[in-house]
C-alpha cells in the first residue's frame, strides 16, 4: 500500500533532522509520517539515522526536589477507586470502559512506580549518610596513626 507522496520541503526537512541527529521516531512524529515511512525514505535517499546515546541523568540524587506536577500515590489511588466504581457503571460504552481500563492501568503502574522512586531516595539517603560516617572514622584513624 502506498501512501501520500513526500514533498521538497519535507525530504529537505528529513535531511535537516538526520544530520541533527533526531531518532527515528523524532522525525516520524515531526513530519507526521509512520516510522515504516520515514525508513523507506531514509533508505531511498541512502540516509541512515544514527543513534547517539546520551548520558543518563541521575533520577535519585539528594538536590533532586520532585517536581510539583508529581501525583501523591495517595492520589493515585484514589484515580483507580474511581475508575474502578465508574467501571462497574452500567450501560458503559466500549471505549468508555477501555478509557477506565486505561486510567486503572496507568493509575496502578504509577502508584508502584512512584513507591520504588521513594524507596531509591530512601537508600541513597543511607548511602550518603554511611558515606559520612566513613569520612570521619577515616579522618580519626589517620590522626591517630599520626600522634
Same mark, same amino acid.
Given at each position: ?28 512524529? #515531526? !513530519? *507526521? ?7 523507506? $525514505?531514509? &533508505?531511498?535517499?541512502? /540516509? +541512515? =539515522? @544514527? ?31 474511581? #475508575? !474502578? *466504581? ?7 460504552? $466500549?471505549? &468508555?470502559?477501555?478509557? /477506565? +481500563? =486505561? @486510567? ?32 570521619? !572514622? ?10
Amino acid at each position: 500500500m502506498k501512501g501520500k507522496p513526500w514533498t521538497v520541503a519535507e525530504e529537505k526537512r528529513l535531511r535537516k533532522m538526520v544530520e541533527a541527529g533526531n531518532s527515528l521516531r523524532e522525525i516520524s512524529v #515531526a !513530519l *507526521k509520517k509512520s516510522s515504516g515511512a520515514v525508513r523507506k $525514505k531514509l &533508505e531511498r535517499l541512502g /540516509l +541512515q =539515522v @544514527v543513534v547517539v546515546h546520551k548520558p543518563v541523568e541521575s533520577w535519585t540524587t539528594t538536590s533532586n526536589v520532585l517536581p510539583e506536577e508529581l501525583i501523591s500515590a495517595e492520589d493515585a489511588l484514589k484515580m483507580l477507586v474511581g #475508575a !474502578l *466504581k465508574m467501571a462497574c457503571t452500567p450501560g458503559l460504552s $466500549k471505549v &468508555e470502559v477501555q478509557r /477506565l +481500563q =486505561v @486510567v486503572a492501568t496507568l493509575a496502578r503502574t504509577y502508584s508502584e512506580k512512584l513507591t520504588e522512586y521513594l524507596d531509591l531516595r530512601g537508600l541513597e539517603q543511607r548511602l550518603f549518610d554511611l558515606e559520612g560516617k566513613y569520612a570521619e !572514622l577515616a579522618k580519626k584513624a589517620k590522626g591517630n596513626r599520626s600522634s
